[in-house]
């Protein structure tokens, strides 16, 4: 059973800001590394954002230009992985996941036998 549940997607205008969620269960969030992908309609999915969660060290995209924030709450034994997406462009358009993730050098991948596979995403719609 996929233990990750993505939301906070929707349609917002170009310029706008959306705030994604993503709620882990089971063994999830005992990765080092947690992060943030896309894919868009005909396109591979790709790294978004990561951090490191013993100390909040994160990494983004060069194609996030400084717009987005990621970050994690802890309350008790429930953790929340945050995107904070600011100055949204159309060419954000795609469905969100979050997963554990891997850092190689400066290269991120998605690690999804942690939680089971992908959580169903969610969608991000910037029109223009």
């Known amino acids: 059973q996929v233990q990750l549940v993505e939301s906070g997607g929707g349609l917002v205008q170009a310029g706008g800001s959306l705030r994604l969620s993503c709620a882990a269960s089971?063994?999830?969030?005992?990765?080092?590394?947690m992060g943030w992908f896309r894919q868009a309609p005909g396109k591979l999915r790709e790294f978004v954002a990561g951090i490191r969660r013993i100390d909040s060290n994160t990494d983004y995209a060069d194609f996030v230009q400084g717009r987005f924030t990621i970050s994690i709450s802890r309350d008790g034994d429930k953790n929340t992985l945050y995107l904070q997406m600011n100055k949204l462009k159309p060419e954000d358009t795609a469905v969100y996941y979050c997963?554990?993730?891997?850092?190689?050098?400066?290269?991120?991948?998605?690690?999804?036998?942690?939680?089971?596979?992908w959580g169903q995403g969610t969608q991000v719609t910037v029109s223009s």
């Open positions: 997963n554990a993730a891997v850092k190689a050098g400066t290269t991120w991948y998605a690690n999804p036998a942690l939680a089971n596979g």
């Open positions: 089971g063994r999830t969030f005992s990765s080092l590394y």
